[in-house]
């Protein structure tokens, strides 16, 4: 069976093409996140009391773990 290269190098240059447009377009769509100005704005807590770090994330604090374990909601 006889592979005709420039078949197989324009399908391989297409499907690469293909791959960099969707990433392309996933970090255009993709936005910067927020939730921690969002969670401080609904609840008043500070990033300190969550993490480790007092300008937010990285390791949790005992109350971070908690509310990770909660779904992401502030244990009762």
Do not use: W, Y
């Not at 300190?48 to 109350?63: F, I, Q, R």
């Amino acid at each position: 069976m006889k592979v005709n290269a420039h078949r197989v190098f324009t399908a391989t240059v297409g499907a690469a093409g293909a791959i960099v447009i969707a990433c392309a377009t996933a970090l255009v769509i993709s936005g910067p996140a927020s939730a921690t100005a969002k969670f401080a704005a609904e609840t008043g807590k500070a990033c300190a009391d969550c993490h480790t770090n007092p300008k937010g994330g990285g390791a949790l604090t005992a109350l971070g773990e908690k509310f990770k374990a909660n779904g992401n909601k502030m244990p009762q």
